[in-house]
């Protein structure tokens, strides 16, 4: 056996068992492409080489943007950001049937959008609505499921953590693939709207609308919440004018979430230490995934496994409906089981070329592909916003699966759509130029 079918069997071999016996995933990213690189490079060099590239990964400026993005998040999160989208959430769907169901999903939005980030729109947000929700008569199961299904609309609506990780893998512009991302991400949150109107229907007279508000008190409420919002428009706004690049927005998104705080008076000087250790666990986390499939990346090219792969996917078919389908398919997968940071690190460099050989446009491509790995993070078995939504409920899984899965029907249709019209994600950017 040649040195390169044994590394991709090795890396193959290894990623299974690890998922198997549920180990931690950059660990068994990280061990397989180690092995698999010693028939290679042999013993020393894939020790030296494997160092290397795992470095080489973190070594990027544009990356600071994430652990910056994520510091802003959990500033948001215990900065009481959250109540104030939740109560503008409410001047807009108070009128709506299952107008509370309505507001979680509105709010999930807002809030995933400024921090980026669907656990903590989820953890946030459902910490003020869950109660409120089945104090007014919803099913304990669907209020769960309605902030599980809702939360990831964030991940797609700029700005987005994964599409800055998807840009450094494909060098694609991150301003094009943030105005990508805030029509499907729309989409997403209109989807769960309608299964929530859906079942609002079949329950007359169960679920009460929320308490309307008057023109001048809403206007007072959206007031208390432009501060939060206008931080999508500064980072997102000084990405796209050109006045500073995406990292140097995420610094920005910082101090503004601290000066916020500081004005709210919702955040102490002596909480601080824990905000900023909670922010680098998380980002611990995201780097060593990121160091790890850089590794995996570099082994996979060097055993020409992508090329192995495009060669049998051009020569399976010629069809480019047929292509983004088997590539949704496994996407979808892959999802259920990988975090959407490694799953782009190690899929993308794959998919890429195979797309762009049918004349798909990576930017478009990119909105799929974080859609696509966005519904792994509300199903089993390692759906963390599941989960979160779950452990906030005080449910089991199995219930809220129950309730969640129109809603993620409602989702992959609408992922469907996506893919198959271009001009969701394009349409755009194209108009502002950045395409």
């Known amino acids: 056996m040649d040195p390169a079918t044994l590394a991709g069997l090795i890396l193959l071999l290894g990623i299974l068992v690890g998922i198997v016996f549920s180990l931690p995933i950059a660990i068994v990213i990280g061990a397989a492409s180690f092995v698999a690189a010693i028939p290679l490079l042999g013993l020393e060099q894939a020790v030296l080489v494997t160092a290397q590239r795992m470095f080489t990964g973190i070594n990027s400026f544009p990356l600071l943007a994430i652990p910056l993005f994520v510091l802003a998040g959990v500033i948001m999160n215990n900065g009481g950001i959250a109540a104030r989208l939740v109560d503008a959430a409410k001047v807009a769907t108070g009128r709506m049937p299952a107008s509370l169901a309505q507001t979680n999903i509105v709010a999930n939005a807002m809030f995933g959008a400024v921090s980026g980030a669907a656990v903590a729109a989820a953890a946030a947000v459902g910490n003020v609505m869950h109660g409120r929700m089945v104090k007014e008569g919803y099913d304990r199961r669907f209020a769960a ?10 991940m797609l609506i700029p700005p987005s953590n994964t599409f800055i990780v998807y840009s450094l893998v494909s060098s694609t512009s991150i301003a094009a693939l943030f105005m990508a991302g805030l ?192 519904v792994g993070v509300i199903t089993p078995p390692v759906g963390n916003v599941l989960f979160v939504g779950a452990r906030l409920a005080r449910l089991r899984i199995e219930p809220v699966i129950a309730k969640l899965w129109p809603f993620l029907v409602a989702i992959i249709l609408t992922l469907f759509l996506v893919v198959f019209v271009p001009q969701i994600s394009t349409w755009l950017p194209t108009v502002m130029g950045l395409m």
Not at 145 to 154: D, E, I, K, L, Y
Not at 313 to 320: A, P
């Open 183 to 374: 029509f499907p991400g729309l989409l997403w949150a209109f989807a769960c709207m309608v299964v929530t109107y859906l079942y609002a229907r079949k329950q007359p007279g169960k679920l009460r609308s929320a308490e309307r508000i008057g023109f001048v008190d809403g206007l007072k409420v959206i007031g208390r919440a432009v501060p939060s919002l206008l931080m999508i428009i500064i980072v997102v706004g000084g990405i796209l004018t050109g006045y500073f690049t995406a990292t140097e927005s995420a610094a920005i998104a910082v101090v503004y979430c601290l000066v916020l705080s500081a004005v709210y008076r919702s955040i102490k000087a002596s909480e601080l230490p824990g905000i900023l250790l909670d922010a680098g666990r998380t980002t611990a986390i995201v780097m060593l995934l990121v160091a790890v499939s850089t590794a995996l990346s570099f082994v996979m090219s060097f055993a020409r496994i992508p090329d192995i792969i495009s060669d049998a996917v051009l020569g399976f078919t010629d069809s480019s409906v047929v292509i983004l389908i088997i590539m949704m398919v496994v996407l979808l997968v892959v999802g259920t089981f990988m975090d959407p940071t490694p799953a782009i690190l190690i899929f993308v460099p794959i998919f890429l070329p195979i797309v762009t050989e049918f004349g798909i446009d990576p930017v478009h491509f990119g909105a799929m592909v974080v859609m696509n790995l966005s």
């Open 145 to 154: 499921a309605v902030n599980v299904a809702s939360a990831p609309s964030g």
